[in-house]
């Protein structure tokens, strides 16, 4: 993988380089600028559909959380289109595409060292467990305080409690 980081700007420029080779010296600052204009494009599309969903969820009291991942994928195609080569820009559509996002996704997810994301997890649920505010009683959890109020739906509303007002001016 680390390889993989190392030749991607190479692969970048010899694709750009064999596109202009094969077509002429136009082609690849035209594929570039073009991609860069789309990609700035999607981004602002992706900002402006991700807020109208959020106003919507916010009216209607419900997120749904597929229209969110499509609006992410549109953001990180943008992101992609606007890094000039060709391989950016191929797997900028196959994000777009929710078919070959999803097996993107999957590779991604396989080529990642388990062992060691296995052992950070266990690390991370360790630290949760042991951490300073264990219940000494229990073998898992934690204990949280608080206060609270009953409530129910016959009842006038409940003033704050003292230390939640803040002077409002």
């Known amino acids: 993988m680390k390889w993989l980081l190392f030749f991607y700007p190479w692969l970048e420029l010899w ?3 064999e596109l202009g080779a094969q077509t ?18 999607m981004i602002r ?3 402006s559909q991700t ?5 919507r969820a916010q009216r209607e ?6 229209l969110l991942v499509g609006d992410v994928a549109v953001l990180v195609s943008g992101l992609l289109l606007i890094i000039p080569g060709l391989i950016s820009d191929a797997v900028a559509v196959m994000v777009l595409i929710a078919p070959l996002r999803a097996l993107l996704a999957r590779l991604l997810i ?4 388990p062992s060691a994301h296995n052992r950070h ?9 042991e951490g300073p505010h264990r219940a000494p009683d229990s073998d898992v959890g934690v204990t949280l305080e608080g206060e609270y109020q009953p409530v129910s739906p016959d009842t006038e509303p409940l003033a704050p409690l003292e ?5 409002r001016r």
């Open 45 to 47: 599309f992706a900002g």
């Open 24 to 41: 002429s010296v136009a082609t690849p600052l035209l594929w570039v600028l073009a991609a860069i204009v789309l990609g700035i494009a």
């Open 110 to 113: 396989a080529s990642a060292a």
């Open 61 to 66: 009291g419900v997120l749904r959380e597929h």
């Open 163 to 167: 230390h939640d007002q803040t002077d």
């Open 51 to 55: 807020l109208a969903h959020l106003q």
């Open 121 to 129: 997890d266990h690390a991370r649920q360790r630290d949760f467990q």
């Open 15 to 17: 694709s750009l380089v």
